[in-house]
C-alpha cells in the first residue's frame, strides 16, 4: 500500500452507539450495573469511512442524519479524521440513527438499532455524489439501507466502472420480514463480504459452518459476484472467486469487544484494494484490523491505524504488507 493516496466512497448508516459494558447480559425485568460506557458515532457508515481514513485514504461518506446534536456530534467526529461529509444529508422529520450495545464479560454484544433518518436515504442523495463516484478507486457499499439507495449506487458504481465492495446485509425494508432473499442487482458487485450467517441465509443454506463456506461462495459466484469473501470469526475468512478459493486464518488477540470488527475488516479491505494488490493478501491486512478492533471496548475508537494493522501482520507471520 504505497505511492498514491487513494479515494474510496463510502455508502452506509450512520448512528450513535451507546455501550455500556457489564459482566452479563440482563434477563428480562433484571437490572445491572455497567462497568464501562461508551458513547461514539457509530454505524458502519462512519466506522468504515474512519477505518478507510486511517488506512491513509481520502474518503467521502454518503448517508444521511437527523437534526439535533447528535447530527453535529457524528459530522464533527467524522471531519477530524479527514472525511468529507458533503453528502451526508440532513431530514428533519427524523432522528439521527442510534445502536444501544450491551458487551459482556467475554467480549459478545447484544444491541438494539433505531433506524432513524438511515431509512430515508433515497436514490436521489446517491445521484447528487455521482461525480464524486465516477473518481473513486472503490465504493463501499452496506446493504442496510433503503433498497432504492443500495441500488443506485451499485448501478452508478457500474456505469462508471468504479469498483464496488458490498457487505450484504438485508436492505432496511426486509428487516423482520419473512423472505430475505436479496435483490439480483446485489450480486453485480464486484467483491460480496458476508459474514458466514448472513452467507447462508442469502444461499438459503441449512448447515452454517466451516464445511460448507465454500459452497456457500460457489454459490454466490454462480449468481454473479467476481469474489466472495466469507468471514468467520475465530475461523478467519474464506475466499472464493471464480478461478480458486483459500482460507485465511484469524489472528490470535484477547477479546475485549467484538461490535466493530467487521466494519474495521471493510474499511481495511477498501483501502488495500483501492491501491491493487492480491486479494488474499487484501484478506490478511482486513483480518488484522478487524482482530485489533476486538481489543479494545468501543467502536470507532477501537479502530487501528495502518502502522498497528501491519505490526500485527509482522509479529503473526502473516507477511509484510507496504
Keep these: 500500500m504505497t505511492g498514491k493516496s487513494p479515494k474510496i466512497v463510502v455508502v452506509g448508516g450512520c448512528y450513535i452507539d451507546m455501550a455500556i459494558k457489564c459482566d452479563r447480559v440482563p434477563l428480562p425485568g433484571e437490572s ?11 454505524g458502519p457508515g462512519p466506522a468504515q469511512a474512519i477505518q478507510a481514513a486511517l488506512c491513509g485514504c481520502e474518503v467521502y461518506l454518503i448517508g444521511k442524519v437527523g437534526n439535533g446534536s447528535a447530527a453535529e456530534m457524528l459530522k464533527k467526529n467524522l471531519e477530524e479524521y479527514g472525511i468529507n ?14 445502536i444501544v450495545t450491551i458487551v459482556n464479560a467475554a467480549g459478545d454484544n447484544t444491541a438494539l438499532t433505531y433506524f432513524g433518518a438511515n431509512s430515508s436515504l433515497l436514490a436521489s442523495d446517491i445521484k447528487q455524489a455521482d461525480a464524486v463516484i465516477s473518481e473513486a478507486d472503490i465504493c463501499l457499499i452496506h446493504g442496510q439501507l433503503p433498497d432504492e439507495a443500495v441500488r443506485e449506487a451499485l448501478l452508478c458504481a457500474s456505469a462508471h466502472g468504479t469498483k464496488v465492495i458490498l457487505d450484504p446485509a438485508h436492505p432496511l425494508g426486509q428487516v423482520g420480514k419473512e423472505s430475505q432473499q436479496l435483490p439480483a442487482e446485489y450480486f453485480s458487485a464486484d467483491i460480496v463480504i458476508p459474514n458466514l450467517y448472513e452467507a447462508a441465509d442469502i444461499t438459503e443454506s441449512v448447515d452454517a459452518n ?48 467484538q461490535s466493530g470488527a467487521g466494519d474495521a475488516f471493510a474499511g481495511a ?23 485489533l478492533a476486538c481489543t479494545k471496548f468501543g467502536s470507532v475508537e477501537a479502530l487501528p491505524s495502518k502502522t498497528e494493522i501491519i505490526e500485527l501482520l509482522q509479529r503473526q507471520d502473516f507477511g509484510s504488507v507496504q
Excluded at 461529509?85 to 442510534?98: D, E, F, H, M, R
Design 269 to 291: 479491505l477498501a483501502a488495500f484494494c483501492a491501491v491493487g494488490g492480491d486479494i488474499v493478501s487484501g484478506v490478511k491486512f482486513a483480518s488484522a484490523a478487524g482482530a
Design 85 to 98: 461529509i458533503g453528502y451526508l444529508n440532513t431530514v428533519s422529520a427524523k432522528n439521527t440513527g442510534c
Design 32 to 42: 445491572l450495573v455497567g462497568s464501562a460506557l461508551s458513547y461514539s458515532i457509530s
Design 210 to 257: 466451516m464445511r460448507v463456506a465454500k459452497l456457500i461462495g460457489s454459490d454466490l459466484i454462480a449468481r454473479g459476484v467476481n469474489t466472495a469473501i466469507i468471514t468467520m470469526g475465530r475461523r478467519g475468512c474464506m475466499i472464493v472467486d471464480r478461478n480458486d478459493s483459500s482460507h485465511v486464518k484469524a489472528f490470535d488477540v484477547d477479546l475485549v469487544d
